[in-house]
């Protein structure tokens, strides 16, 4: 995983693979990155670690669970109740996961104050049975108000980045900083960090990292240029995927993947059955009645 931040604009790059220590071979379908906007931020969350419970749940879409309904809330107070739920549901998971550890990496647009980065850490020792969680912000001094860091890596991928000569995150910011300048376009951008991810695929030989990825990129509300407010694309390797499907959303509150899916699904219907016209208001509203409006913190 990696995520950097130029002034105007945020981008995270995930692998999407799922692994089980060798018990079944992986599969590169997840979806490890949600959207969060709130009252006074816009944000995205990562992570590396669990991919996936035994049950087949996602974080990220429980993740979208817990923040659910909890609208008017600001950024950090949000990601307070995600770190709260974290710290209770996470261990009981990590004691089966080689390592024991799951990170959230949080780049922001947070108004007031600019761009920030958070973790919400979780580390479980299944030999002694010990917990150790933080929730923090990445600073490059210890002064309040110091800016954030960055450029952040996690998960083995970003480990061997880590490692590496520092040229390439220097190319990197340079990227990034052109892109607010309408001197490159997004596309540039999400293209070079797929081939970072693909890079790490192949140079990481214990088939942690998957040869797929998810890069989307948010912008500052107050964005110098005008320009949208973010998207994502799909890789296979360094190819851009023709389909690239809705990602979790929270925005204030309400889930828009779900209310998404709802509306898509009503679309192809009619599509199928050559409908024209509106579609059943009432029909529609009674599908979207019946959408969970409240959070829920279990992670099964």
């Known amino acids: ?15 999407r693979r799922l692994s ?3 018990r079944r071979p992986p599969i590169d379908d997840a979806v490890k990155v949600m959207n969060l906007e709130t009252s006074d931020g816009v944000g995205l969350l990562g992570y590396a670690g669990l991919g996936a419970t035994a049950r087949g749940t996602q974080p990220s879409e429980w993740m979208s669970s817990v923040l659910r309904g909890l609208g008017g809330l600001t950024f950090e107070t949000a990601l307070g ?11 009981k998971h990590l004691a089966s996961l080689p390592g024991g550890a799951h990170v959230i990496l949080i780049p922001a647009f947070v108004e007031g104050v600019g761009p920030r980065l958070y973790s919400i850490d979780n580390v479980f020792d299944r030999k002694t049975g010990q917990h150790w969680y933080r929730y923090t912000s990445h600073q490059r001094t210890a002064e309040p108000g110091s800016p954030s860091t960055r450029l ?3 998960g083995t991928g970003g480990i061997y980045l880590a490692q590496k000569d520092k040229r390439w995150w220097r190319t990197l910011l340079r990227l990034v900083n052109a892109n607010d300048r309408g001197k ?9 960090l797929a081939r970072i991810n693909y890079e790490a695929h192949q140079a990481v030989r214990d088939g942690t990292v998957g040869p797929r990825c998810i890069v989307v990129r948010r ?3 107050d964005a110098r240029r005008p320009a949208s407010g973010g998207g994502h694309q799909f890789y296979t390797g360094v190819e851009r995927d023709g389909e690239s499907v809705a990602i979790p959303t929270i925005t204030n ?3 828009l993947q779900a209310i998404t899916r709802v509306l898509m699904k009503q679309m192809m219907s009619r599509f199928a059955d050559d409908a024209l016209g509106d579609p059943d208001a009432d029909e529609l509203n009674r599908l979207l009645a019946k ?3 409240e959070p829920d913190e279990k992670l099964r």
Do not use: C, F, I
């Not at 995983?1 to 692998?15: G, K, N």
């Not at 109740?81 to 261990?91: C, I, Q, Y």
């Not at 490159?184 to 070079?192: E, F, K, P, T």
């Open 20 to 22: 089980y220590g060798g």
């Open 152 to 154: 952040a890596v996690a």
């Open 291 to 293: 959408l969970p409006s």
């Open 1 to 15: 995983m990696l995520t950097v931040h130029s002034r105007d604009s945020l981008w995270l790059m995930v692998d």
């Open 219 to 221: 912008r500052r509300r």
């Open 253 to 255: 509150g309400m889930d």
């Open 184 to 192: 490159v376009s997004d596309y540039l951008v999400a293209d070079q």
């Open 81 to 91: 109740v995600l770190s709260a739920a974290a710290n209770k549901e996470l261990p």
